[in-house]
């Protein structure tokens, strides 16, 4: 009797100690986006990893995506 | 490179929800939320005008100041992004956002525990780029593929711009030059400060 008193003591004594913290870790860290994707999805013509490459990739296809007036001059 | 920003020209937008169409293809967004959705003012009126609305990723975002869980976080391009693990759904976010971006899904894998989405500005969040974690929790991270974002660039008659914010505001100084009028920019001063507003320039027939 005394030893299952013992042990659903201990039990309840120590079931906290399987919890998980509850405090929070903070927002994960994010890589920038000029390191790339990794899928098969990344458009040629800059080099992954290269900042400045990818801002000139990104300026160059806004203006030929979104800028028209570019074209018809 | 300046910040990443959105605008919406109302001359040319003509309500074809595009962009809404592209936003929910790229990103998989599931049923009963929208990223981006188009509203008319004035509609049925003659002179009614369109715009596209998301996510605007603010200078000063009130999402961020208001966040109990601080699960915002702004990179370096100035696009404001959220890490799912850490937000609890608890709706504060959609309360102070003045264009109604933070949406609250009820199921899929957008919405286990309600857990708040919006317009990443095809940016993904913080999970590897280009993983496939990344996709199911925020949908594609076109940036980082070289892209910009999908609603953009689907839209037909380019009144959505997005990318750099000098180029962006560039273009449009452009089109209000060479049509004289429309140099007002929904959005711009609420999201991104006062003098970011456009204003007719003078003499310009608005």
Redesign the interface.
């Known amino acids: 009797m005394m030893r299952l008193v013992l042990t659903i003591s201990a039990a309840m004594l120590l079931a906290a100690c399987g919890d998980k913290l509850q405090t929070?870790a903070?927002?994960?860290?994010?890589?920038?986006?000029?390191?790339?994707?990794?899928?098969s999805?990344?458009?040629p013509?800059?080099t992954?990893g290269d900042k400045t490459s990818?801002?000139q990739?990104?300026?160059a296809?806004?203006?030929n995506?979104?800028?028209?007036?570019s074209k018809t001059k | 490179?300046a910040r990443m920003k959105f605008v919406c020209d109302a001359e040319r937008c003509i309500e074809c929800n595009g962009c809404v169409t592209a936003c929910k293809n790229e990103n998989e967004v599931p049923w009963g939320v929208n990223r981006r959705r188009v509203v008319t003012l004035n509609d049925g009126v003659a002179g009614e005008k369109s715009i596209s609305v998301a996510c605007m990723h603010c200078s000063d975002a009130p999402c961020m100041a208001v966040c109990p869980?601080?699960?915002?976080?702004r990179?370096?391009?100035g696009v404001v992004?959220?890490?799912k693990?850490?937000c609890i759904g608890c709706g504060y976010c959609s309360y102070a956002c003045p264009f109604g971006a933070p949406q609250f899904p009820s199921s899929g894998t957008f919405g286990v525990r309600g857990k708040m989405d919006k317009c990443t500005f095809c940016?993904?969040?913080?999970?590897?780029?280009?993983?496939q974690a990344e996709f199911e929790k925020y949908g594609?991270?076109r940036?980082?593929?070289?892209?910009?974002p999908a609603c953009?660039?689907m839209?037909s008659t380019?009144a959505l711009?997005?990318?750099?914010g000098d180029?962006?505001a560039d273009?449009f100084r452009?089109?209000v030059v060479?049509r004289g009028k429309g140099a007002e920019v929904w959005g711009w001063g609420t999201a991104y400060g006062s003098r970011q507003a456009g204003q007719p320039p003078a003499g310009a027939k608005s």
Request: hydrophobic share 35%; glycine share 12%.
């Open positions: 929070s903070g927002v994960k860290s994010d890589t920038s986006a000029f390191q790339g994707a990794q899928n999805f990344v458009a013509g800059w992954p990818w801002e990739g990104l300026k296809r806004l203006q995506t979104q800028n028209e007036y | 490179m869980v601080n699960c915002f976080y990179t370096e391009e992004l959220h890490d693990d850490i940016a993904g969040g913080p999970e590897v780029n280009g993983s594609r991270n940036l980082a593929e070289g892209k910009l953009a660039e839209c380019k711009l997005a990318g750099d180029v962006v273009i452009n089109r060479q």
